[in-house]
């Protein structure tokens, strides 16, 4: 051992190894001071914080990249929904273990990640645990002054639209569980691929994040279940809403097993982890969000409107009749 690796803590030399190269923003201080700097330059600075922890969001033998990329993604998603561009991240690391195996490709996937979003690591914590891992991530982002958008926003009349496929990471879920899923995808190992990357790697908008800044009046990402989340965006604009359910975008698997009577459009629109967006558009900004959204690469579809009332949002199948949810979303407690 050298003097060096004597006066040098095991998370010291973890950090150093690992994530110290991930630091390439000037405000971290190459992870050598106990806070980093964001310089502001006359814009607000947009904070959001979520953790994954293993048994709840990720599988103990799920590969060590996907844990990483769903760490940083479910972040990112958060700040696509408020229409910023991301800064930067700080990480706590909750290990039972140093693992060389499982901490090199977390790591290396993070960094590129990280690289790929322009979202630099700040900074962090690492700590030993005797429970599941878990790895939280608060992310930066940056917006100009005034412009972030909120929860609360959304008016009678404005476009329900959501980004992307619903239900499809409570698909893939199911099918790694080796779920009803799973049974009635046996001949198609390539969408039992797609579903499970869905569930395992999420698909942050932030291509999307500009358009959101410039035409929505609310918007939030569907973390729990496209049903609660919009109940939570309807909630905080002091509207409800009614969603054509036959307008829900559908993955091809997804469309195959609810016609096949495998799932049933409840699981599809209340299961979580789509992590896609969730927006308020108003009629007249219709066309330049679609178009917008066309030269981003992303699919967007209006899925309903919202009215005037405080009642839950109402979910109408092909006949006009309400659907009765006996939840709305995925919950913790």
Known sequence: MTQEEKRTSGEDSLIARYFKPLATDAGAFGLDDDAAALKGAGEDIVVTTDAIV?????????????IALKALRVNLSDIAAKG??????????????????????FAQALGEDAAHYGCPLLGGDTVSTPGPLMISITAFGRVPSGRMIHRAGAHRGDRVVVTGTIGDAALGL??????????ALVADAGAREALA?????????????????????????VSDGLAGDLAKLCAASSVSAIIDVQSVPLSQPA?????????????LITGGDDYELLCAIPGDRMTAFTEAARRAGVAVTAIGGFIAG??????????????????????HF
């Open 255 to 267: 469309t195959t097993l609810l016609a096949r009577k495998v799932i049933g459009i409840e699981a």
């Open 84 to 105: 910023a561009v991301p800064a930067g991240f700080v990480l706590t690391l909750a290990l039972r273990e140093v693992d060389e195996a499982w901490l090199k490709p």
């Open 197 to 221: 990357a869905r569930y395992r790697v999420p698909q942050p908008r932030n291509a999307l994040a500009l358009a959101v800044r410039e035409h929505a009046s609310a918007a939030m990402d």
């Open 310 to 331: 405080s009642s839950p949002p109402s979910f109408l199948d092909a006949q006009g009749r309400e659907l009765p949810l006996t939840r709305l979303s995925y919950s």
């Open 54 to 66: 293993e048994g709840v969001h990720f599988l103990s033998d799920d590969p060590p990249d996907t």
């Open 174 to 183: 199911d099918v790694i569980k080796g779920g009803a899923a799973a049974g």
